[in-house]
């Protein structure tokens, strides 16, 4: 699952564009107890934990949880794009075709 979140944390800031990748999805099935195929839809919370982690991995201090980070900016606005391919596999080539 590969998701682009563009962070905008406050109205007067560049927005900051990452890209999940599968050691966020990883960590955040660990740390949150689910699943992506729980069947329970995805929430600004989960949304707000993704962007913390990547941006957090790409070097930038931040606080220590995503919690405390939203609650420093109530106002952060998150934009997703699920930029998963939808049919992965290639089609190959085989003798007959």
């Given at each position: 699952m590969k998701l682009k979140l563009k962070i905008t944390v406050a109205p007067n800031l560049e927005p900051v564009e990452v890209t999940t990748n599968l050691l966020?999805?990883?960590e955040w099935e660990r740390l949150e107890n689910r699943k992506?195929?729980?069947g329970k839809?995805?929430?600004v919370g989960d949304m707000v934990w993704w962007a913390?982690?990547?941006v957090k991995l790409s070097g930038t201090t931040l606080p220590a949880t995503a919690k405390e980070w939203l609650v420093a900016n109530p106002d952060m606005e998150i934009e997703l794009?699920?930029?998963t391919d939808p049919n992965p596999t290639v089609a190959a080539h085989t003798v007959a075709n």
């Open positions: 966020c999805i990883a992506v195929s729980d839809g995805i929430g913390h982690f990547m794009t699920d930029s």
